[in-house]
């Protein structure tokens, strides 16, 4: 067993998002990742009313690929930074930087940071046949040496289909199940405009989809795309005087499953359980508190198990919970209101934070404001499979 | 050329896996035993994941054990795999404990269970490489 350790409450509402913004998102052929982020960055500053001049620290990630990727992007916004670094947890990465920008903000070692990510996986796999071609047959020295490819195992879709499988055999979880949540979130896509899906999804549309790997069909996975989100991040107290109501940080919390995805009873019980109790005690916060939650959704079943781990539900009940319309506007908890990464645009958790600080603001028509929400849960997951954070967000 | 380029990946040993091929090449399975506190562990490591000792030998496990969880690959992701599909990847546990991906043969793909009964068998890629397989339990 860990050792416990007391939540840092001294860190709630020291801090506010004051703005948020993202790319172009989708398909934006002939842009590099970090072009995007720094369009989201800019379009940023924008809504914040401020000058890249007045930003102070940078938090990002980068392609995996990239050495020291802030250097990069500081340097692409014209910046010295005092407080810079990059972050490699993958999707859960994202909320890990908003967090550290509280702790730096707050222990006085930068007083405006921007935290953001950016990425052109659409681009790269299918803007050209050949790209495609490129992507899908990687040389065998770019694979695992072994325990994997010599069986036919390949990508992540596979690895979050074991949890799926391992559920569906615990629980008697359904592809109905996951193909509502898959529906859920089309639906809300479709009140985005900026939103890659534009047709709506039917039950019996996402039954006809092809199976990729079951239990997985299309509809199961999430898109590829070009898209870069930001946020940046300053004291409550100066956040008072901007051009944007200020979103308090109430809360954030962190757990990596790294005895690995496959040990223990990881594929089905996920880090968001003790990430989010931890976001929970430092926000002061349960489950009974969040209006709206922006969950990690790189596969449908990753946010019915989310939303067991979260509390939202009892471990086991999140198929019933899901059917229940739940996870509409206008349901229970509102879920992935932008339509997420099944149904927006995938940018490895980014968009959820933005969402998140969107839903807080209450700044939109009524078809897509969730009612009187005061307070969001936001969900980052990455890292082969086992990396999580959470981000509790509230209106000031 | 053509079968090159059609050929299933090889698996290409790590130094501090050669002994489980190796052991594989005579169609035993072996894991890595720890022998401080005396249990097994898998993929292959230099240090026990349960108590971090360096003593340790690869020892000849049961080959017998069941079905954690598996999944049903239908997308081609190499051409290799093309004339399998739909075919089953699963995460067997052995009796000992460890947990392995693996294929399952000898059973029509959707007949696969969670928890089902699984036991080893060896497929040659070549003279030099057998890779664990596992099917239904005789007995």
């Known amino acids: 067993m860990i050792p416990d350790i007391t939540p840092a409450r001294e860190l709630r509402d020291t801090c506010a998002i004051v703005g948020t913004a993202t790319s172009r998102l989708g398909k934006v052929p002939g842009v590099s990742s970090l072009d995007l982020l720094v369009e989201a960055?800019?379009?940023?500053?924008?809504?914040?009313?401020?000058?890249?001049?007045?930003?102070?620290?940078?938090?990002?990630?980068?392609?995996?690929?990239?050495?020291?990727?802030?250097?990069?992007?500081?340097?692409?916004l014209g910046i010295n930074a005092r407080f810079s670094t990059t972050l490699t947890n993958g999707g859960a990465s994202q909320i890990m930087s908003v967090a550290l920008a509280v702790m730096a903000i707050r222990f006085g070692l930068a007083k405006t940071i921007v935290c953001g990510f950016g990425r052109d996986t659409w681009s790269r796999t299918h803007s050209s046949e050949e790209a495609r071609v490129r992507n899908e047959t990687r040389p065998e020295s770019m694979l695992a040496r072994e325990f994997g490819p010599e069986y036919g195992y390949f990508g992540a879709t596979a690895a979050h289909a074991f949890g799926a499988t391992r559920h569906m055999h615990l629980y008697g979880t359904t592809r109905d199940h996951f193909g509502e949540i898959a529906v859920a979130f089309r639906e809300h896509a479709l009140r985005n405009p900026d939103?890659?899906?534009?047709?709506?999804?039917?039950?019996?549309?996402?039954?006809a989809g092809r199976l990729i790997v079951a239990p997985f069909g299309m509809y199961d996975c999430s898109l590829r795309s070009d898209a870069a989100g930001a946020v940046i991040v300053?004291?409550?107290?100066?956040?008072?005087?901007?051009?944007?109501?200020?979103?308090?940080?109430?809360?954030?919390?962190?757990?990596?499953?790294?005895?690995?995805?496959?040990?223990?009873d990881n594929m089905v019980v996920t880090a968001a359980k003790q990430a989010g109790e931890a976001a929970y005690a430092m926000a002061g916060l349960g489950p009974r508190d969040v209006d709206t939650a922006q969950i990690y959704d790189c596969f449908t079943y990753m946010v019915l198990t989310q939303l067991e781990d979260y509390g939202f539900c009892k471990k086991g009940e999140g198929g019933d919970f899901v059917a229940s319309g739940a996870l509409r506007l206008g349901g229970a908890l509102p879920c992935n209101t932008s339509g997420g990464q099944l149904s927006e645009a995938h940018c490895e958790g980014m968009l959820q934070i933005v969402e998140g600080v969107r839903q807080m603001r209450h700044t939109y028509p009524e078809h897509r404001q969730v009612k009187d929400a005061e307070i969001a849960l936001i969900s980052g997951h990455g890292g082969n499979q086992v990396c999580h954070s959470t981000l509790i967000l509230g209106r000031a | 050329m053509m079968s090159e380029t059609i050929r299933k990946p090889k698996p290409r040993p790590a130094p501090e896996s050669l002994p489980y091929w190796q052991a594989a090449r005579d169609h035993r399975l072996a894991l890595p035993k720890c022998e401080s506190c005396e249990k097994f562990w898998f993929p292959p490591t230099r240090s026990c994941p349960h108590c971090l000792s360096m003593n340790f030998s690869f020892e000849n496990v049961s080959g017998k054990g069941k079905i954690f969880s598996f999944v049903t690959y239908h997308r081609v992701y190499r051409p290799a795999f093309e004339a399998d599909v739909p075919y089953v990847v699963a995460l067997v546990e052995l009796d000992e404990g460890p947990r392995l991906l693996t294929n399952i043969l000898g059973i029509p793909h959707d007949q696969v269970t969670c928890e089902m009964r699984v036991e080893v068998t060896f497929d040659d890629y070549d003279e030099d490489i057998s890779i664990p397989k596992f099917k239904p339990a005789q007995s």
């Not at chain 1, 005087?241 to 919390?253: A, E, Y």
């Open chain 1, 234 to 264: 300053t004291s409550a107290d100066r956040a008072k005087d901007m051009k944007q109501p200020p979103v308090l940080i109430k809360g954030f919390g962190f757990h990596n499953n790294t005895r690995g995805w496959f040990a223990d």
């Open chain 1, 195 to 207: 939103a890659s899906m534009k047709k709506p999804l039917s039950i019996s549309d996402y039954h």
């Open chain 1, 41 to 76: 960055i800019r379009n940023a500053l924008d809504d914040a009313g401020l000058q890249a001049s007045d930003v102070d620290g940078v938090l990002c990630r980068g392609p995996d690929e990239s050495y020291s990727h802030h250097q990069l992007l500081a340097e692409r």
